[in-house]
């Protein structure tokens, strides 16, 4: 397993959690009577899920956040194959 694929498993993983937040937040907007703990969980969740998106994905060799990469690794494999190489460091990333 490369690089590539192993940014790909991870954003879809924070992905899958900001995706699960977000619509528990939407499912509590509707109820006649929500949980607040549960709202603000799960937009908190959602919340912390986007944020590690952006700060936790990163090149293991440099530390270079590469979020870009692994956001197209996750969705759309065929444009993440463009990317050869971390733009930092030059690490190939297959």
């Known amino acids: 397993m490369g690089i590539r694929e192993r940014l790909g498993r991870v954003m879809r993983a924070w992905l899958i959690v900001a ?3 977000w619509v528990v937040f939407v499912a509590c907007l509707f109820a006649e009577k929500p949980s607040a703990v ?3 969980g799960s937009f908190v969740a ?3 899920a986007m ?3 952006l700060a936790f994905v990163r ?3 440099c530390r ?3 979020s870009q990469i692994g ?3 996750a969705l759309a494999p065929a444009a993440a194959s463009r990317y050869e190489r971390c733009p930092a460091c030059g690490t190939r990333l297959d």
């Open 38 to 40: 549960l709202m603000i």
């Open 64 to 66: 270079a956040r590469l």
């Open 59 to 61: 090149c293991p060799a």
């Open 71 to 73: 956001f197209a690794a």
């Open 51 to 53: 944020a590690a998106m």
């Open 19 to 21: 995706a699960v937040g």
């Open 46 to 48: 959602t919340c912390a």
